[in-house]
């Protein structure tokens, strides 16, 4: 009796085997290649310095810090999309709107209704809760129709795509409100004496927020419970339509902490450009994410990872001088990337090729 050759095994092909079938393999070769391009073309891409800003306070500067700063808005609209795609198996586009009517609402209060305020005519966080308010209001009446009434979500949201800058220009009679307390403007800028960004820590609280929800509730055992089959969920004791309906009134809260951010930055608002297509950069950060967009199984850091990767790309561009016009055409080569790797044909295609050498090997042996 023969003893059987065992056959040589080729770990790191298994290693890459395994590193490709996960989730965040590709937002972090995405980066990875970011990262390697900009240490090529321009390594100070990475340096971080401290300069004075307008008030003469030392803060930190740099294009990283750019990154992280700028891309605060997006990630807190990734969150709340993730779970809202994981649930519902569509989008919400209305966001950037819903962002325009948070960020009036919360110039409204602090400015007394008046189209400039000196002074802040309501306490700030008494304003912005407002503004979450509003914004849950206007979630939950998108995710009732696409809970209640069985409405595709882009269809459901498109309503609010279309009416949600009007509103928001409704709400402060069409004037442009300005607030001039720079108290007001700390949460889009700095705070005396720190030299980080606010939109970071902000960011940051969010985001360990929302991981204790997710660690200590079951919101996302029964997110992902209900966008993967929602018969099956209603079996076991979870309401679909209900969890369908909470996931858009999260996305709201997000929504309006993003539009306060905004707002903040500059304590005034421009209702048709404020937050201006950023419901793509959402989805695309969701999809970038490793995430479906047909709901079911999601990772929401995955969707942060994504965020910043997209500001990341969009900091380069505009560091190459790229004219802001071309970025979606930029960011559309991104989604044909990211749509045809994904495709199960193509990832078909890929394992085939890859057989190929070693059953021709195999054969010849």
Known sequence: MTTPVNKPTRPEESLFKRLTRQQLFIPFAALALLVLFNLIADPSFFAVSIRENSLGNPVLSGHIISVLDNASELVLLAIGMTLVTASSGGQDISVGATMAIAGSVILRMVCGGQASADTMQMPLLLAVLIGIGVTMCFGAFNGALVAYLNIQ????????????????????NNQLPIINDLAFKYAGTFLPGIPVPT?????????????????????????????????????????????????Y??????????????????????????????????????????????????NIYGSILGAYIIQFLTTTLYKYEVPSTALPAYKAVVVILLVVFSSPVVREKLASLKKAPAKAAKEAT
């Open 153 to 172: 979500p882009m269809v459901a949201t498109l309503i609010m795509f279309t009416a949600g800058r009007s509103i928001a220009a409704w709400i402060n």
């Open 249 to 298: 009134v999260i996305l709201g809260v997000c929504v309006a902490v993003a539009g306060f951010i905004r707002v903040s930055r500059s304590g005034s608002i421009n209702y048709s450009r404020i937050a201006e297509n950023i419901e793509m950069d959402a989805i695309l950060a969701v999809a970038l994410g490793g995430n479906a967009l047909s709901g079911g199984k999601f």
């Open 199 to 247: 939109p970071i820590f902000i960011t940051a609280v969010m985001i360990a927020l929302f991981w204790l929800i997710l660690k200590f509730t079951n919101l996302g055992l029964y997110t992902q419970s209900v966008g993967i089959n929602p018969h099956s969920s209603r079996l076991n004791g979870i309401d679909p339509q209900k969890v369908k309906l909470l996931t």
